[in-house]
T-cell receptor, first 111, second 112 residues
Framework: GEDVEQSLFLSVREGDSSVINCTYT??????LYWYKQEPGAGLQLLTY?????DMKQDQRLTVLLNKKDKHLSLRIADTQTGDSAIYFC???????????FGKGTRLSVIA | GAGVSQSPSNKVTEKGKDVELRCDPI?????LYWYRQRLGQGLEFLIY????????KSGLPSDRFSAERTGESVSTLTIQRTQQEDSAVYLC??????????FGPGTRLTVL
């Protein structure tokens, strides 16, 4: 099965870019996701990328996928205090099956 | 429109008691998932329902855990004889026939 690793903490200054990284072991994932979890809230889907893509940009968010190194990253440009949350990468092998999640990276934004 | 809802939002129970957690998925979503999130951990898959197929129970940690779903609507996750290690946030998600899962706010279960 999939094994997913994320660094637990990241601290950045407001206005800087944040890069959250994720490594995985199973190369059969078809969709790769980034979710955001704010305190006391459920998970919010931020963005996702198909496994046949290398990059996806959506406003301040950029997802990079390096299939050779099995590395997924999320870059947040111009990080704001409202971006403080826990960010999870997640993987899907085929439609309507359970997602496999990393343990999450807690992003703290310093004003 | 309404998202996935879960009740109760918080549940405190004594060790050994049974608890029932409820999930109301988004109308029309054929798939429904239960996940567990322990403190400081990622989400662990518990069980999922897809239409009228038999549920995939491969993630349930013990036979004290069970879940039911009525058609393509409400689901109930039951934990019998709760233990302290069952303390976690239980998250429900639903999905149309696509690759996006929509999550509810979760039920925080505390077993004393």
């Amino acid at each position: 099965g999939e094994d997913v690793e994320q660094s637990l903490f990241l601290s950045v200054r407001e206005g800087d870019s944040s890069v959250i990284n994720c490594t995985y072991t199973d190369s059969s994932s078809t969709y790769l996701y980034w979710y955001k979890q704010e305190p006391g809230a459920g998970l919010q889907l931020l963005t996702y990328i198909f496994s046949n893509m290398d990059m996806k940009q959506d406003q301040r968010l950029t997802v990079l996928l390096n299939k050779k190194d099995k590395h997924l990253s999320l870059r947040i440009a111009d990080t704001q205090t409202g971006d403080s949350a826990i960010y999870f990468c997640a993987f899907l092998v085929s439609g309507n099956t359970p997602l496999v999640f990393g343990k999450g990276t807690r992003l703290s934004v310093i004003a | 429109g309404a998202g996935v809802s879960q009740s109760p939002s918080n549940k405190v129970t004594e060790k050994g008691k049974d608890v029932e957690l409820r999930c109301d998925p988004i109308s029309g979503h054929t798939a429904l998932y239960w996940y567990r999130q322990r403190l400081g951990q990622g989400l662990e898959f518990l069980i999922y329902f897809q239409g009228n197929s038999a549920p995939d129970k491969s993630g349930l940690p013990s036979d004290r855990f069970s879940a039911e779903r009525t058609g393509e609507s409400v689901s109930t996750l039951t934990i019998q004889r709760t233990q302290q290690e069952d303390s976690a946030v239980y998250l429900c998600a639903s999905s149309p026939p696509s690759y996006e899962q929509f999550f509810g706010p979760g039920t925080r279960l505390t077993v004393l």
